[in-house]
């Protein structure tokens, strides 16, 4: 009896011992969860997949769009923090011409292989015309990637970089290395010889487009005045082409007088056409019927006294220096005289025609370069092709 009576007093105390203790650790732990039968936590279950919604309600989870907007505001408040100074129109007009102008300079061959064979005119059996860019000589200069050093790379994409070929290509007639426009290659040395033949017997055309500073007048003829290169005594000295007449006005100026020539001078003759007029400037047609070093720049220079732009060679007699502009032209291409510098020479081969080539002639024409076009717009200067739709 009294065993029995301890062994019950034992379970009281168990039991008294261990609700005891759970009420202690819930009234602790305040958030613990309370002791659910099989069912009842069934049935939470079963209510919480009813209403998923409503924990992503209180914190909604963050889009990868929503991310990258909120990066790139970050990024925009840091760079308006970090502000520059802002870049003037003049300056922005300066890397203008500087894009324009110099994006071809110092390339790797290929690249500008891939450029000229992009660009190309026209090509046939026995020659090639391309499009030369601004900058770039046709044979070959010091540390500058020339015309002639990616031939072979061009004549390859030409007849397929599978193909293999032995043709050459052989530049014909030059261009100046800042000069734009149609250039002629022969593809082999027949063709070449054929074509310099041509042009000794003036029968190849060639039509270069110029903006002059000045308008010339009458507003079309023909310059006739030998040419001889002399050397200037300046404090740089250097040699500069220059015009040797045959023809010198009186003292009275009445009439001219005729003089003996130089023996080092040589024949130099230009035809040209204004095409248009405006703002104290020029765009002029020439056509040199003589192959002399610089011929074009120097008869525009000295004989009319119109200077082609950007012609800083030839602007001045007995110094180098930039080209000295007036101020009108200045304000209208949104220059300094300080940044005159920058101005690329406007000189452009426009249009060739080869005679008689493959039973026909080849009329070629080219497109003028980004500078140039904007050169023109900028002095209200327009083409002749606008002109006849009007």
Known sequence: MMNCYKTAATVGDHMFFSLFKSRTINRRLPNTKPFLSRSQSQAAESSSEASPGQHTADKPRLRAIDLARKVRQEKARTRTEQTEPPVSAMQQRVMELKRFSLQLQNVHPNVLAKHLHKNLLYQDKDVVIINKPYGVPVREDSGVTSITSVLPVLSKMLDGLKVKN???????????????????????????????????????????????????VPSEGLIDIPIIEREVSSPQPHFKMTLSPLY???????????????????????????????????????????????????????????????????????????????????????????????????????????????????STSCPLPKYFIKTLNRLRLTFPEDKNNK
């Open 166 to 216: 032995d043709s050459n290509l052989l530049p014909c007639l030059s261009l100046e290395k800042d000069s734009t426009g149609v250039l002629l290659l022969a593809r082999s040395e027949a063709a070449a010889e054929n074509i310099l033949d041509l042009s000794r017997n003036n029968q190849l055309e060639r039509r270069y487009w110029v903006i002059t500073v000045g308008v010339p």
């Open 248 to 362: 010198r006005m009186n003292e009275a100026g009445e009439k001219l007088t005729k003089v003996r020539g130089h023996r080092q001078a040589h024949p130099a003759v230009t035809k040209y056409r204004v095409l248009d007029s405006s703002y104290g400037c020029s765009l002029v047609e020439l056509q040199a019927l003589t192959g002399v070093k610089h011929q074009m720049r120097v008869h525009m220079a000295y004989a009319l006294g119109c200077p082609i732009l950007g012609d800083h060679k030839y602007s001045h007699w007995s110094k180098l220096a930039p080209q000295k502009l007036p101020e009108g032209v200045l304000k209208k291409l949104g220059l300094e005289q300080t940044k005159s510098r920058h101005l690329p020479l406007h000189l452009h081969a426009r249009h060739l025609v080869l005679p008689g080539h493959s039973g026909s002639d080849v």
